[in-house]
């Protein structure tokens, strides 16, 4: 089946530095990928959606100067919070949408000390 | 506005005792109903995904209906191990992302 991997799982960092989470289609090429964010008992909120090789499309309210995307490749999107601040701790979780669908990625719990 | 909802909010229940989770939607075009069961900490994984009214899914214990303005996930004499989260999701026909409701919390009682 597909198989969505997301690294890291867990990380920590200062206030004011900034945390790259990769995203990585391991067996089919994602010709679309989706960021969300989850807050503790909420849904998942859609960040921003990207294509390859195209500017990602941010959700109303989400600062694209903050939430940097890159979609390289077809298999492999990173999402950098930039001067990441305590409220940007969440949990961050990617989807790439490819011929099986959409598979999700395990999640990454970023906290922001 | 497009919105999935989901009830209830949590859902206690004994080994053996079926019961049923409910996720109304209203979404203008569209192009999937789908189910997703997420444990803590980890991501949703996929459990089906529904396209018509009428149409129902089976995966071991769990049965999945769909109307037009509803869908239900049916649990039949369910585990411990069933004990997570399930969210159900809707996709919208113009822009393919998924919509998703806040999830019910099931947990299963030995």
């Known amino acids: 089946g597909a198989v969505v991997s997301q690294h890291p799982s867990r990380v920590i960092c200062k206030s004011g530095t900034s945390v790259k989470i990769e995203c990585r289609s391991l067996?089919?090429?994602?010709?679309?990928m989706f960021w969300y964010r989850q807050f503790p008992k909420q849904s998942l909120m859609l960040m921003a959606t990207s294509n390859e090789g195209s500017k990602a499309t941010y959700e109303q309210g989400v600062e694209k100067d903050k939430f940097l995307i890159n979609h390289a490749s077809l298999t492999l999107s990173t999402l950098t919070v930039t001067s990441a601040h305590p409220e940007d701790s969440s949990f961050y979780i990617c989807?790439?949408?490819?011929?099986?669908?959409?598979?999700f990625g395990s999640g990454t719990r970023l906290t922001v000390v | 506005e497009d919105q999935v909802t989901q009830s209830p909010e949590a859902l206690r229940l004994q080994e053996g005792e079926s019961s049923s989770l409910n996720c109304s939607y209203t979404?203008?075009?569209?192009?999937?109903l789908f189910w997703y069961r997420q444990d803590p900490g980890k991501g949703p994984e996929f459990l089906f995904t529904l396209y018509s009214a009428g149409e129902e899914k089976e995966k071991e214990r769990l049965k999945a209906t769909l109307t037009k303005k509803e869908s239900f996930l049916h649990i039949t004499a369910p585990k411990p191990e069933d004990s997570a989260t399930y969210l159900c999701?809707?996709?919208?026909?113009?822009?393919?992302?998924?919509?998703f409701g806040k999830g019910t919390k099931l947990s299963v009682k030995p």
């Open positions: 979404v203008s075009g569209l192009r999937g």
């Open positions: 067996d089919f090429q994602a010709t679309t």
């Open positions: 999701a809707s996709r919208r026909g113009s822009q393919g992302n998924l919509i």
């Open positions: 989807s790439a949408l490819g011929g099986h669908g959409y598979t």
